[in-house]
């Protein structure tokens, strides 16, 4: 079956850096567009960033622009998301998704069990 596994989250203070990572198995990795999404407490869960197939093009959510990258390694059926100058508000359960390239945009098929990133003053 299809498991995405995040790994990575910790504590970080302000303004630091952490990378969490997403590995994906039970499927073909490259038929699926990858996708970060974070719910912090009390607030529904949005979209943070995704990546194409082959990683030729990525979306952010504004809030994470310039501060966030996302990337992929096809060999290793891995999704990261590297997160810099951290902020309070950054602090959420991160979750990372696939979309098959058939499946309508916006919808995702499968999600991992999610991630917490806690951003400290």
């Known amino acids: 079956q299809v498991q995405l596994v995040e790994s990575g989250g910790g504590l970080v203070q302000a303004g630091g850096p952490l990378r969490i990572s997403c590995a994906a198995s039970?499927?073909?990795?490259?038929?699926?567009?990858m996708g970060w999404f974070r719910q912090a407490p009390g607030k529904e869960r949005e979209f943070v960033a995704s990546i194409s197939r082959y990683a030729g093009t990525t979306y952010y959510a504004d809030a994470v622009k310039g501060r966030f990258t996302i990337s992929r390694d096809n060999a290793k059926n891995t999704v990261y998301l590297q997160m810099n100058s951290l902020k309070l508000e950054d602090t959420a359960v991160y979750y990372c998704?696939?979309?098959?390239?058939?499946?309508?945009?916006?919808?995702?098929?499968?999600w991992g069990q999610g991630t917490q990133v806690t951003v400290s003053s």
């Open positions: 039970g499927l073909t990795f490259t038929r699926y567009t």
């Open positions: 998704a696939a979309k098959l390239w058939t499946t309508a945009a916006g919808q995702y098929d499968y």
